[in-house]
């Protein structure tokens, strides 16, 4: 269970989080969305302390996080951010083997668990466990990168745009996987998505964000019936609209 109480990040007279409140209970999947530079990945970062908040607390697991050594709870927590990339001078599994080798694992243990690391995500590990980064298409980048956020077998994933660079199948795909990775897991994962479609279909609840404050937590069920504002409103008229689409191409027969 995470516990974020009243966090706040200010950056000199930039608000970025205002007053952030939620819960998150054991195993559940809640999708952070909102519009670009509302505050999601620094709400995000303040999870795992790469950003310290200006006020407010987050608890793990009824554990204060400003308790713990930042290196200690990153240990704990899955985090697969696209902007902070792959060690470049890491061969692939090293990258996804770079926290249990830190947790001190027995080397089979971790090559047996990287190996099916990379099944997971599709990734022949055969043909790209030696790889390094600047090998790999951004695509397969990421993958590599959800892999490392899975390896310690965290209780906790943080998940910022993990699929963004993917080709449709691949993340269609990727998606299913993380569905059942996350059930089997009971992961507790707060993943941050532009894409509302990705949202309404995993998400177990989701936070609509707005100028660093939440406008809207509900389930996917509850945004679509009753969205609290313009603002949520607009935000589900896009995937609403495209499956109303093709449902009428279905309708219209052959
Ligand atoms: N290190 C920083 N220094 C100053 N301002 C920052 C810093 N990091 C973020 N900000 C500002 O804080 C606000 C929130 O940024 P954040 O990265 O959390 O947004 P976001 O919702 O993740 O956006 P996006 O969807 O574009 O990734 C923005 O106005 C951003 O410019
Ligand atoms: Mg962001």
Known sequence: MIVLHDLSKRYGTTVAVDGF?????????????????????????????????????????????????PHLLRRRIGYGFQQVGLFPHLSV?????????????????IRERVDQLLELVELDPAEYRLRLPHELS?????????????????????????????DPLTRDLLQQRFS?????????????SHDMAEALLLADRIVVMDQ????????????LTS?????????????????????RILEAGP
């Open 227 to 247: 969205p609290a504002d313009d603002r949520v409103a607009r935000l589900i008229a896009s995937p609403r609209r495209q499956s109303e689409a093709v449902e």
């Open 93 to 109: 599994a090293g990258n996804v083997g770079v926290t249990p080798d830190l947790l001190g694992w027995d080397a089979a243990r």
């Open 180 to 192: 059942e990775i996350r059930a089997r897991l009971d992961l507790t994962v707060l993943f941050v």
């Open 138 to 166: 951004g695509g397969q980048q990421q993958r590599v990168g959800l892999a490392r956020a899975l390896a310690a077998e965290p209780e906790v994933l943080l998940l910022d745009e993990p699929f963004g660079a993917l």
């Open 21 to 69: 409140s939620l819960e998150v209970p054991r195993g559940e999947c809640v999708f952070l969305v909102g519009g670009s530079g509302c505050g999601k990945t620094t709400t995000l970062k303040m999870v795992n302390r790469l950003v310290e908040p200006t006020s407010g607390r987050v608890l793990l697991g009824g554990e204060d996080t400003q308790t713990l050594e």
């Open 212 to 223: 660093g404050a939440i406008v809207q937590v509900g389930t996917p069920r509850e945004l």
